[in-house]
């Protein structure tokens, strides 16, 4: 359950994907999740994104969830003590061995997607380093998550809110530098890039226009319509101009229910 669970937080944090109710009861040994009432997909790039009503602490905030899987996965362990060993402190002791593998499994597929999504097949000490300073400029810059890794894959850097700045430029050398150094040519970079990088996720403001034509209308058509772009995320051939295009900004943060 532990490699299980850290292969599905790492997918979740690679797409901007904030399930929004960690509780313990809705982690299964499967290494899937349940209850998927409040999730939402991130817009602007920000660890501390929330979108549960009920999270106003901000516990299972995006950048928390690693952290809150493997807390969910040491309190099963509690209840599972006594069937792995009839010794309290020897269970205990093997129990902190296999839960503080978590974040060494999770990092693992987290930095393999990472590299996937900057079109890198290799590893370097240095992948890290140029990941973490990408997501500093987007968080600084409230770049959108899935629209700056599209705008990368696309190579059209110039579509960046922060493509004039020193930093992007520098980081941008860097990371062409870094994919210089693979093997083949610079197009196989951008296939992989096309194959980890979503085109489209289910915005919550296209969510919440088709929700309310289908409720208010009986209008079906923007659901289907949703739910067939949806169905392709990586095809990048197909239109989805208006399923890219940021919702306007409002002064109340986009909130999601338990229940819906």
């Known amino acids: 359950m ?12 690679l797409v901007g994907f904030i399930h929004g109710v960690m509780n313990t009861d809705n982690m299964v040994l499967s290494g899937e999740t349940i209850d998927y009432g409040p999730c939402a997909f991130m817009d602007a790039y920000d660890p501390a994104t929330v979108f549960s009503s009920i999270d106003s602490q901000g516990r299972y905030a995006y950048g928390n969830q690693p952290r809150i899987a493997a807390w969910n996965l040491a309190r099963l362990a509690e209840s599972l003590l006594p069937l792995i060993d009839s010794n309290e402190e020897k269970a205990v002791k093997l129990a902190e061995d296999e839960i503080s593998r978590f974040f060494d499994m999770y990092m693992k597929h987290w930095l393999a997607g990472m590299r996937g999504k900057l079109g890198i097949r290799t590893e370097e000490a240095e992948d890290e380093a140029l990941i973490n ?16 890794f599209r705008m990368l894959t696309l190579n059209q850097p110039a579509a960046l809110p922060f493509f ?10 860097r990371w062409q530098a870094r994919l210089g150094r693979e093997a083949g040519p610079i197009e196989s970079a951008y296939e992989l890039m096309r194959s980890s990088n979503p085109v489209v996720i289910p915005r919550n403001h296209r969510v919440e226009e088709a929700l309310e034509a289908a409720e208010n209308d009986r209008d079906f058509t923007k659901l289907y319509k949703l739910l067939d772009v949806l169905a392709k995320p990586f095809d990048y051939s197909i239109d989805v101009e208006l399923d890219y295009i940021l919702p306007v900004q409002s002064t109340r943060p986009y909130r999601t229910y338990c229940g819906t």
């Open 133 to 148: 300073e990408l997501l500093g400029l987007m968080q600084t810059y409230r770049a959108d998550f899935t629209n700056t």
């Open 164 to 173: 004039a700045t020193e930093e992007f430029k520098a980081w941008y050398g």
């Open 2 to 13: 532990i490699k299980r669970q850290a292969e599905l937080i790492a997918k979740w944090q």
